[in-house]
């Protein structure tokens, strides 16, 4: 897959990560929800990187979650919105490969083979209304809300 094709693959609808205060014992990791829009964008993203052969990436813009987003999963916590998003896969990697750094509100979240399979999952789940589950690994879990 020509690298122009991720490039050009514009974030569209709403996508939302947060975290929640000090990763309360309950709520640990990231929490992840998105519009059916937003869910298309990353199913899109996730389809175009599974075709590609050697590591991709993309860099987008994410949306404060909703009040109405924010009680689906019931923290009553202060919610920490991320406020970009880096998706990476790395087909060289490990397939259980799952890493996920915050920098001041910059998330990247690197992933291989296994753990894309897992995260397309998490967003057909948030479009069908039956998340509530994370990916887990050896970093900080990342969990899908609708």
């Known amino acids: 897959m020509p690298l122009s094709e991720i490039e050009q693959w514009n974030n569209r609808g709403r996508v939302s990560v947060w975290h929640y205060e000090g990763f309360p014992r309950n709520y640990p990791g990231y929490h992840l ?3 059916p829009d937003g869910c298309e964008f990353l199913k899109g993203l996730a389809g175009r990187f599974r075709s590609s052969c050697f590591p991709v990436g993309k860099s987008f813009k ?3 979650p ?3 987003q924010l009680r689906v999963p019931g923290c009553r916590v ?4 991320a406020v970009r998003l880096e998706l990476r896969y790395r087909p060289d990697a490990p397939e259980d490969h799952w890493l996920i750094e915050d920098r001041e509100g910059h998330l990247l979240i ?3 083979l296994s753990k894309l399979a897992e995260f397309e999952r998490g967003i057909d789940d ?3 209304r039956t998340g509530d ?3 887990h690994g050896n970093s900080r879990s990342l969990w899908f809300w609708w």
């Open 133 to 135: 589950w994370a990916i």
């Open 62 to 64: 994410l949306v404060a």
């Open 110 to 112: 690197e992933m291989g």
């Open 126 to 128: 948030i479009l069908r």
């Open 33 to 35: 929800n998105a519009d």
């Open 78 to 81: 202060k919610c920490v919105p």
């Open 66 to 68: 909703t009040a109405v």
